[in-house]
């Protein structure tokens, strides 16, 4: 009866792990300024800079606007935050949590890029159609919305 009952425990337990490791294997890509989900066209994008971002829609509207800020102070990072406006929704979200969007030591931008693109996936912010859910942007603000701007003297 032991066997049988450590048998179930360990299929349980392969079974939670597969689906915690298949709930999001989905690839992203971003190359020739497009982001691809699966191989699928889904957004493009314009680098401003390694600070900036837009994201469009496959019609060529822009979508989402992303900027790193210093907040003005260059060689202080800890006072460093990043910026989502969401143009057609009319919502800016502002977040100091760079490791959300950060790929590791140094600034790759592409891959923080992709990073923020998987984070909306996640979040269902952003379909797999590249369109931006409403909804679950108004969840995505409740929790993430920092309001720095607001608070900071200038």
Known sequence: ???????????ILAILLFVTGVSFSQEVELKKEKVYLDGKEILKYEKINSIQYSFFSLEDEEILHF?????ETLHYLEDDYFILNFLNEKKKIESTDISRISSGLGMNSAKNMKKLIIWLL????????GKINPEKLDVFEQKFQEDITVRTVR
């Not at 900027?67 to 907040?71: D, G, M, Y």
């Not at 979040?123 to 159609?129: H, Q, S, T």
């Open 1 to 11: 009866m032991k066997s049988i009952d450590n048998m179930n425990i360990k299929l």
């Open 122 to 129: 996640k979040e269902k912010v952003l379909g797999a159609d």
């Open 67 to 71: 900027k790193l800020s210093n907040n």
